[in-house]
T-cell receptor
Framework: NAGVTQTPKFQVLKTGQSMTLQCAQDMNHEYMSWYRQDPGMGLRLIHYSVGAGITDQGEVPNGYNVSRSTTEDFPLRLLSAAPSQTSVYFC????????????FGPGTRLTVL | RKEVEQDPGPFNVPEGATVAFNCTYSNSASQSFFWYRQDCRKEPKLLMSVYSSGNEDGRFTAQLNRASQYISLLIRDSKLSDSATYLCVVNLNTGGFKTIFGAGTRLFVKA
């Protein structure tokens, strides 16, 4: 089991560029989510999914899109990158809902210039 | 007021010391509680769940006080390898589940 994988590990973008952060899990988890982590703040939920074909917004969804076409994959798209999106992004999955233990990917460190 | 608040620290303790972290939460709809550990530049990993009756896992003891809306983590006989950031996590059920992370408490254990 690879667990939760994320690519890329590091990325530098220019303002206005778009990109997709990839997340995949091989544990057959229904629940997947994306968080961002900024210094001095807790992880904040961007978007989440309770199963294939179902997504919903979290606390800070603006500027991000997600889709969940399969159980395994949950990509996060930045539509038009802004310096305020400089952060560390973590993908997580759990068996059912967020009430269960969440397993995190290694993170993507994104810098927007 | 933040929904989950933790003392950011850092806590600097010698090896062998006992250290305690507290975390307060503001929403009475909070249903489940966890402590996660995060090493520098790594992802968070579950340390332990927190149950109403309190629970222990080796050198770690977690307690929940629903009336006062706080949870605690006690680490006994601190090891150098315990140096990390400890995240308090609360799950709310407000129609759908919502997970709130505290900003974390940093612990440095020195020889």
């Amino acid at each position: 089991n690879a667990g939760v994988t994320q690519t890329p590990k590091f990325q530098v973008l220019k303002t206005g560029q778009s990109m997709t952060l990839q997340c995949a899990q091989d544990m057959n988890h229904e629940y997947m989510s994306w968080y961002r982590q900024d210094p001095g703040m807790g992880l904040r939920l961007i978007h989440y999914s309770v199963g294939a074909g179902i997504t919903d917004q979290g606390e800070v969804p603006n500027g991000y899109n997600v889709s969940r076409s399969t159980t395994e994959d949950f990509p996060l798209r930045l539509l038009s990158a802004a310096p305020s999106q400089t952060s560390v992004y973590f993908c997580a999955s759990s068996w059912r809902q967020a009430a269960d233990t969440q397993y995190f990917g290694p993170g993507t460190r994104l810098t927007v210039l | 007021r933040k929904e989950v608040e933790q003392d950011p620290g850092p806590f600097n303790v010698p090896e062998g010391a006992t250290v305690a972290f507290n975390c307060t939460y503001s929403n009475s709809a909070s249903q489940s509680f966890f402590w996660y550990r995060q090493d520098c530049r790594k992802e968070p990993k579950l340390l332990m769940s927190v149950y109403s009756s309190g629970n222990e896992d080796g050198r770690f003891t977690a307690q929940l006080n629903r009336a006062s809306q706080y949870i605690s983590l006690l680490i006994r006989d601190s090891k150098l390898s315990d140096s990390a950031t400890y995240l308090c996590v609360v799950n709310l059920n407000t129609g759908g589940f919502k997970t709130i992370f505290g900003a974390g408490t940093r612990l440095f254990v020195k020889a």
